[in-house]
C-alpha cells in the first residue's frame, strides 16, 4: 500500500538493549524524520535525512543512530535502550520540490517502552 | 534554532463555540506554518498551513491567521464538533531546510 508505514507499532525491551524501529514510505520523498512525542514536550526532532545517504541530528539525537542507504527506508537504532527513551516514536517525509508537496506526512507511530 | 511556544496547553469548549490556540515562533526565517491535528492512537495530520507571504488562510470552519511583525500564528476553529477534539500542534519551517519545529501541542475537548 502507498504511504507511510512504521514497524513495530508496539515494543517492549529491556534496559540495554539493541532496538530498531522501521519507517518505509512509497512516495520517494527526499526527506524523512524521526521524531518522538513525550507529554508536556510535543514532538522533538530526533534525526533527519535531505537523501539517500545524507543524514543530520536534531533536538535530542543523543542514544540514536539512523541510516539511509536507500530513499524509501529510515531505520532508527536505539544502541543501548534506556527507560528515558520510552516514548511514541514518529517517522515523517516530506518533498516540497514536488508539485504542491510542502506537506510532511506521518507514520501512525511505535510505541516503546523500556523496562 | 527555531523556538515555538504554544499555548493553552489544554482548551475546553462546548459545541458550536469557536476556539482559538496560538503560537510564537523566534526565527524570522521562518516561512512556512503548518497546524496539525492528531487523534488518538494516530500520527499528526496536516489541517492547514500559511506561508509567510500570506496573512490569513480558510478552509471551511477551519482559518489561520499569520503575524510576521509579532511573530505570531493562531488557528481559529468556529462552530466547533465533537470530532474537532483531538490534540493539535502548530509548527514552523525555516526557509533553508524541511525540517519542522513544534510547539508543545493543546488538547482541544468539545463539550456536547
Known amino acids: 500500500d502507498a504511504g507511510i508505514t512504521q514497524s513495530p507499532r508496539y515494543k517492549i525491551t529491556e534496559t540495554g538493549r539493541q532496538v530498531t524501529l522501521m519507517c518505509h514510505q512509497t512516495?520517494?520523498?527526499?526527506?524523512m524524520f524521526w521524531y518522538r512525542q513525550d507529554l508536556g514536550h510535543g514532538l522533538r526532532l530526533i534525526y533527519y535525512?535531505?537523501?539517500?545517504?545524507?543524514?543530520d541530528k536534531g533536538e535530542v539525537p543523543d542514544g540514536y543512530v539512523v541510516s539511509r542507504s536507500k530513499t524509501e527506508n529510515f531505520p532508527l537504532t536505539l544502541e543501548s535502550a534506556t527507560r528515558s527513551q520510552t516514548s511514541v516514536y514518529f517517522c515523517?517525509?516530506?518533498?516540497?520540490?514536488?508539485?504542491?508537496?510542502?506537506?510532511?506526512?506521518f507514520g501512525q507511530g511505535t510505541r516503546l517502552t523500556v523496562v | 534554532g527555531e523556538n515555538v511556544e504554544q499555548h493553552p496547553s489544554t482548551l475546553s469548549v462546548q459545541e458550536g463555540d469557536s476556539a482559538v490556540i496560538k503560537c510564537t515562533y523566534s526565527?524570522?526565517?521562518?516561512?512556512?506554518f503548518p497546524w496539525y491535528k492528531q487523534e488518538l492512537g494516530k500520527g499528526p495530520q496536516l489541517i492547514i498551513d500559511?506561508?509567510?507571504?500570506?496573512g490569513e488562510k480558510k478552509d471551511q470552519r477551519i482559518a489561520v491567521t499569520l503575524n510576521k511583525t509579532a511573530k505570531h500564528f493562531s488557528l481559529h476553529i468556529t462552530e466547533t464538533q465533537p470530532e474537532d477534539s483531538a490534540v493539535y500542534f502548530c509548527?514552523?519551517?525555516?526557509?533553508?531546510?524541511?525540517?519542522?519545529?513544534f510547539g508543545t501541542g493543546t488538547r482541544l475537548t468539545i463539550i456536547p
Open positions: 515523517a517525509s516530506s518533498d516540497s520540490r514536488r508539485s504542491g508537496g510542502t506537506e510532511a506526512f
Open positions: 512516495w520517494s520523498h527526499s526527506y
Open positions: 535525512s535531505a537523501a539517500a545517504d545524507i543524514t
Open positions: 526565527d524570522s526565517a521562518s516561512n512556512y
Open positions: 500559511i506561508r509567510s507571504n500570506v
Open positions: 509548527a514552523a519551517r525555516l526557509t533553508s531546510n524541511e525540517k519542522l519545529t
